[in-house]
């Protein structure tokens, strides 16, 4: 099982590197964004977490498959023993358009998706389900995040209702600002505040760092994200 879960790791890194179109992304850091792949497309990222007590890895895959909606893949937990779970995940996300007059002006739109959690260390079956509202400000182009989600003992730790919430604001046409948050006591519940830059390529980077919103969630530390869409 380690081998496999290696071989995937490396194939997605090497998927991220080698292809060349960039169109959006699947989450802020761990809040999903109000983007969804488009269809025909597929998007890969890389992330690693860590500090200097904690290192966990997490790969993400989507296919775009039309009407605003993306068929999501995740494994999540790889590399460590810090975490209770490592974690393959099957789900979707998708979007509607709130007021079209509306969404031509500030891309307003309601998210929504679940993602279904099978424990590869024999832990069970969870479930991680959410929606946010999201609109872009004029002349700014900050788009501002905010919803609920429900994430059970298996994803997270403990059987989680609480809100999450994120801001993006672009800076130039290849760099931004983003943070985001999970609220509560439970495995994803951090402030992450960071950046995101587009490099040669489309080979796109986020960095940052995630801040506990109790001790009992786990360490204070980096988040380091690579991504790209195909």
């Avoid at 993306?70 to 999540?76: A, H, N, R």
């Avoid at 969404?103 to 309601?110: A, D, I, M, R, S």
């Avoid at 800076?171 to 943070?179: A, D, V």
């Amino acid at each position: 099982m380690k081998k496999i879960i290696w071989i995937i790791l490396f194939a997605f890194i090497l998927v991220i590197f080698f292809q060349t179109e960039a169109y959006s992304q699947q989450t802020l850091f761990n809040v999903p964004s109000a983007d969804v792949t488009q269809k025909g497309k597929i998007f890969v990222q890389h992330e690693t977490q860590f500090s200097n007590k904690f290192f966990v890895n997490t790969e993400y895959g989507a296919l775009g498959i039309g009407k605003n909606t993306e068929i999501d893949v995740t494994l999540g937990g790889v590399g460590t023993d810090n975490v209770a779970n490592e974690l393959l995940g099957v789900g979707f996300k998708s979007f509607i358009p709130l007021n079209k007059e509306l969404y031509k002006k500030y891309e307003t739109k309601l998210t929504f998706g679940t993602l279904i959690q099978t424990s590869l260390r024999g832990n069970g079956v969870g479930n991680w389900t959410y929606s946010h509202a999201s609109a872009r400000l004029p002349k700014l182009k900050t788009r501002i995040s905010g919803g609920v989600n429900v994430l059970t003992t298996t994803f997270a730790g403990r059987d989680v209702f609480g809100f999450i919430g994120g801001i993006e604001q672009p800076i130039t046409k290849r760099f931004g600002l983003q943070m985001d948050w999970f609220s509560g006591k439970h495995a994803n519940g951090f402030l992450i505040p960071g950046f995101y830059y587009i490099g040669p390529k489309d080979v796109t980077l986020w960095a940052g760092y995630q801040i506990h919103n109790n001790k009992a969630n786990g360490d204070n530390g980096f988040v380091i994200e690579i991504s790209r869409i195909f």
